[in-house]
């Protein structure tokens, strides 16, 4: 949590900036388990990434590279959503 | 100058027009309709660049006002009534979001019995929004105010939106000799808006309208406290500027014969013409009365009216619209207010009038001076003109 | 239609860090939709779950211009935005071009909202509706709204001794947009990703006012386990609950035919706020549910048909 700003530090006319939920860390809301990434099974399909609520399967330049503990909140969707078979390419893994 | 004949409403969409504002959204009622009929006449010839929102309700058009002056137009609206009631939940919302919206408000009665005709009882419920409220006398006041708000609202010590009414009917009716600046020198004086931010600005994106807990919302609260006080400094500099482009004199209020009368009346609107008649009659039989003609209600000038009043013997404070507190009006709970520290207060007496269209005139006023010169004998809130 | 990979590459409108619970439905649906935009957007959101969690002052999970102003608004907001955008291009003061959307949930859209949007449908402004439709007030704790399926357990209308849950249908919005002659009116819902992306890219690609009704499953509201949001969401339009179809220009297309439709038991078996429903005693309820769900069904292909 950042220091408390007075009202003479309030960014003007009741604006605030962009992205600056990214600074706050909802990690810590997972109840005791996280989704782990397989990438010897992951086929790159990027259902994960578009499923996911919170922003929080990273990717770059069109494939998936892994997950942004910081903000990930358990909910499990992506290991859910992962259509990769026999075997998931994203399993909910004890922490 | 360019002098025409025009009722208050014609004046208010002439100056409309003058101003050009980037969007208005509005919706008809009245006693305020004809002001967004004539502008919309004025889109439809082309006469101005303006976007026209024909929006279904007032609670749209002040949302869409809020909209569009987020992204940094500048916007104009106006109503009355029971359009400005269905208005009041996105008032404060504008004034929170530093929006200097300008609204042409016409007063009327607030329902119920509904009734078309004026009184104060509309914007009065409207003044602890962050809105500055103007009040004008006549069809010249209301073109006059209607200029000035634009440099008053956008100034960037300000940035707060702004009302101007005018009395319905009384004024947003009846025709008077108006006085008008030419199109082009209108147009230098109010200049271009230079908004604090746009939503339409892409590269810089920001976020507007955002949650505040506990934590947050006291603070966000402060910068419109600071605005409204700055305005002060502000209206009184857009006055002296408005005289000394084009010779008609504005400050927080109009004084007539007050600086050496013993008795005084405090009234807003339209009222202070027949007052003016009452004192100039009494004033001729020897009787020192005077009066305090409130322009500016919000922000409320305070300690200037206390000097004004402090040392007078008695006052008498006329509200066109009743607070329903068993106490006085909205007007006279100020002026009491703000003469509480002085040394010298006169009495003060509150005289509510005119409520729903009810006519004042001048035997009424006489009749108030004459209450207040016997102090201690009437109650301190009365109501004229009604039948008891 | 722009892939996945495509997708990913362009800018998420919302960061991490937002207060949404765990398993939430609506960012998604918003990632769908503003990615489906090649030229930058404006947001403008009623209030409610999305604009509550994604800007508690000083964090904004916002990367795109967001303004938010009240509940019912959202529509009379942005065709003010929208408004102003034309009077600066009229004066040349902006060139770019510009998409505009406003999010609102069903409580937002449905009910308190309506007229501010019929009234924005009805003029014409060039924007786009999206209702995240999670079919009652969940921001303020389940109440029900004009949204809520019959039968559902809403905290206004709770299921009891002597009351099953919402009496009432569900109103038909999207019918009530395509009432209203615009361009573009469609129903889908955030499981199916691709069928959401592509009605929204065809948002996008129409000039004039446009809706799409997001059925949005709320693992809070709905009672199921947080990863099966998206399932439970493409169940809705596999038994045909949520028929995923679009109305372009007066011209139905039903977007989604299930090869094998499947009983509603399945869709309402899937969450508790149903679960009143099998009680024996209210087995009727439950032939009315199905009942009303294949008469809809048929009435939307025969309208497709013509």
């Not at chain 2, 082309?46 to 940094?72: K, R, W």
């Not at chain 3, 935009?37 to 509550?52: H, N, Q, R």
């Not at chain 3, 038994?239 to 499947?262: A, D, I, R």
Request: charged fraction near 25%; aromatic fraction near 8%.
């Amino acid at each position: 949590m950042s220091k408390l700003m007075n009202w003479k530090e309030l960014p003007p006319c009741d604006t605030l900036a962009a992205k600056t939920a990214e600074a706050f860390e909802t990690g810590d809301w997972r109840m005791g388990e996280k989704p782990v990434w397989h990438p010897e099974i992951c086929i790159h399909c990027m259902i994960c990434w578009i499923s996911c609520p919170d922003s929080s399967v990273t990717v770059k330049d069109g494939k998936m590279t892994g997950f942004d503990y910081k903000h990930c909140k358990g909910c499990g969707i992506c290991a859910k959503e992962c259509p990769t078979k026999p075997n998931k390419a994203i399993t909910m893994e004890k922490e | 100058m360019i002098t025409v004949a025009k009722t208050g409403n014609e004046a208010m969409a002439e100056a409309m027009r003058q101003i050009n504002p980037d969007v208005v959204a509005a919706y008809p009622i009245t006693p305020a309709t004809e002001i967004v009929m004539i502008f919309a006449k004025y889109v439809a010839d082309g006469l101005v660049d303006t976007e026209y929102i024909p929006v279904e309700s007032e609670h749209s058009a002040m949302s869409a006002c809020v909209g569009a002056a987020s992204a940094g137009a500048r916007v104009m609206t106006g109503t009355s009534s029971q359009g400005l009631a269905l208005m009041y939940e996105i008032l404060p919302i504008a004034s929170a979001l530093r929006l200097p919206i300008i609204m042409c408000e016409v007063n009327r009665a607030i329902s119920g019995p509904i009734n078309i005709h004026c009184d104060h009882s509309d914007t009065m419920a409207a003044r602890d929004f962050g809105w500055i409220q103007i009040f004008s006398e006549n069809t010249q006041e209301a073109y006059d105010n209607l200029l000035q708000a634009v440099r008053i609202a956008e100034d960037k010590r300000v940035m707060l939106p702004i009302m101007v009414t005018t009395d319905g009917f009384i004024i947003s009716h009846g025709m008077e000799k108006l006085e008008m600046i030419e199109d082009p020198i209108v147009k230098e004086y109010i200049g271009e808006k230079k908004p604090e931010y746009s939503l339409l600005d892409i590269e810089k994106p920001t976020t507007v309208g955002a949650l505040d807990l506990t934590d947050y919302y006291f603070e966000h609260k402060m910068p419109v406290i600071e605005a409204m006080k700055n305005a002060k400094d502000v209206i009184l500099e857009v006055g002296k500027d408005f005289e000394k482009k084009f010779g008609r004199q504005y400050g927080f209020y109009e004084k007539y014969k007050l600086d050496d009368a013993e008795f005084a009346v405090v009234v807003l609107g339209s009222a202070s013409g027949t007052a003016k008649v009452a004192i100039d009659q009494l004033r001729a039989s020897g009787v020192k009365a005077g009066m305090l003609k409130i322009r500016v209600f919000r922000p409320f000038p305070a300690e200037e009216i206390a000097k004004e009043l402090t040392g007078k013997k008695a006052i008498a404070v006329m509200d066109r619209s009743d607070s329903f507190n068993t106490c006085g009006g909205p007007v006279f709970t100020e002026i009491r207010s703000a003469l509480f520290d002085s040394q010298n207060k006169p009495s003060i007496t509150n005289f509510v009038y005119g409520l729903g269209g009810r006519d004042i005139n001048v035997e009424q006023i006489k009749n108030i001076f004459e209450s207040i010169r016997n102090v201690g004998k009437v109650p301190v809130v009365n109501y004229i003109g009604v039948r008891q | 239609m722009a892939t996945l990979k495509e997708l990913s590459v362009r800018k998420d409108p919302l960061t991490g860090g937002h207060r949404a619970c765990a398993g939430c439905g609506f960012p998604q649906i918003v990632r769908m939709v503003c990615l489906a935009s090649k030229d930058p957007i404006v947001v403008v959101s009623a209030t409610g779950c999305l604009e509550v969690t994604t800007t508690i002052f000083p964090y904004s999970a916002w990367t795109v211009p967001f303004l938010h102003n009240a509940f019912e608004n959202a529509a009379a907001t942005l065709s003010g935005v929208e408004a102003a955008y034309k009077a600066f291009l009229k004066k040349g003061k902006i060139a770019k071009k510009i998409n505009f959307i406003a999010f609102g949930g069903d409580g937002g859209t449905y009910d308190i909202g309506l007229q501010s949007l019929s009234g924005a449908m009805e003029r014409g402004h060039n924007l786009l509706y999206v209702c995240y439709n999670n079919q009652a007030y969940m921001n303020t704790s389940i109440q029900r709204s004009g949204a809520t399926p019959k039968g559902a357990n809403t905290t206004t209308e709770p299921a009891g001794k002597v009351k099953q849950g919402k009496v009432q249908r569900q109103k038909d919005l999207t019918e009530i947009m395509v009432a209203h002659n615009i361009p573009y009116a469609a129903q889908a819902t955030v499981g199916y990703w691709a069928d959401l992306v592509r009605k929204a890219e065809k948002a996008f690609s129409i000039d004039g006012p446009r809706f799409i009704n997001v059925l949005q499953p709320c693992r809070l509201g709905w009672v199921y386990k947080p990863e099966e949001t998206m399932s439970i969401s493409r169940l809705a339009a596999d038994t045909c609950f949520w028929p995923l179809y679009e109305v372009e220009n007066g011209k139905y297309k039903v977007t989604l035919k299930p090869k094998e439709k499947k009983p509603i038991i399945e869709f309402l078996k899937s969450q508790d706020r149903f679960r009143h429903l099998f009680n024996p005693k209210n087995e009727t309820i439950l032939v009315e549910i199905q009942k009303e769900i294949d008469y809809n069904w048929e009435k939307l292909l025969a309208k497709e048909a013509k």
